[in-house]
């Protein structure tokens, strides 16, 4: 039994947690896998909305408990309960997420010190040993559609002008070699809804939502932050850099990130809120792309 109902909800975490029923709920619906309720910006309860989602957040629970010792950056702590029916709670990391908008009103310094605490994350996941992390439950994580697959699903809502660029992409990244970098256990979620940012401070007070993580070529790791911005990746590739002592393939990301973006537009091509802002993001590395010299 999978519950939706906010009444429902509600009830089923009183019955673990009676002293909450003065407490304000708020439910999160954004995520893929589990409802969130957000308990008086204190706690946070996860309620699966399916048995793969179920199965992912049992996952999850055993991913953060190995991830704990290892990791500079907080992450949650989740403890499971599995009745009346299976959900999760976990203490709020305190902050909210961070968009393009608030990036672009960061200073320097704040730029600097957010590239360097998402190297150093990172970094430090990408050291781990793959056994711990294979018995821990981690997975490969999913593959993308073969390159005609994207190509045919993104055409009917691809502009005129950036069909030459998209050809030309996907026949690039189907003729790519294997990562040089290998394969690697990474978060490959890195985006701003996962972040939990501290804007009075402007700092990044810990990152969450583990569910997507696994097993990944490592360049990939680095294109999800191009939902910020494009240059907050390239300054987190900088300081990986110089933290790892691995050097990246900066063409390599910046393809990679041009066909998840495609594949994006391809997978709202029926969905009229989400469509506009995949062709936007698009748009905005296709610009980078057209100034990078590659025509």
Do not use: C
Request: glycine share 6%.
């Amino acid at each position: 039994m999978f519950l939706s109902d906010p009444a429902e909800l509600r009830a089923t975490i009183l019955r673990h947690f009676p002293a909450l029923a003065s407490a304000q709920f708020r439910l999160r619906t954004r995520g893929f896998h589990s409802i969130a309720v957000d308990v008086d910006d204190h706690l946070i309860f996860k309620f699966p909305r399916s048995e793969e989602a179920a199965q992912a957040l049992r996952r999850e629970a055993g991913l953060l408990a190995a991830l704990r010792p290892h990791l500079s950056m907080p992450i949650p702590e989740l403890t499971l309960y599995e009745e009346p029916v299976l959900f999760s709670q976990h203490a709020k990391l305190p902050g909210e997420h961070l968009l393009a908008a608030d990036y672009a009103h960061l200073p320097d310094r704040a730029r600097a010190a957010l590239a360097e605490d998402m190297a150093r994350f990172y970094a430090e996941l990408h050291t781990l040993d793959h056994d711990l992390m294979r018995q821990a439950g981690a997975l490969p994580v999913g593959p993308w559609l073969p390159p005609d697959a994207i190509l045919r699903e993104a055409w009917p809502v691809l502009p005129t002008t950036l069909r030459p660029l998209a050809e030309r992409t996907l026949a690039e990244w189907a003729a790519l070699p294997p990562d040089p970098l290998g394969l690697t256990y990474g978060f490959f979620d890195g985006h701003g809804w996962n972040m939990a940012f501290d804007h009075p401070r402007q700092r990044l007070n810990g990152i969450y939502d583990f569910a997507d993580s696994g097993f990944g070529a490592l360049h990939q790791e680095f294109i999800y932050t191009s939902f910020i911005s494009l240059d907050l990746t390239a300054h987190i590739a900088d300081a990986y850099e110089q933290i790892s002592q691995r050097r990246l393939d900066r063409a390599r990301i910046h393809l990679l990130t041009g066909v998840f973006w495609l594949s994006e537009l391809g997978g709202f091509a029926d969905d009229p809120e989400q469509l506009p802002g995949a062709l936007r993001h698009l748009e905005t590395w296709a610009a980078r792309d057209t100034t990078a010299g590659r025509r």
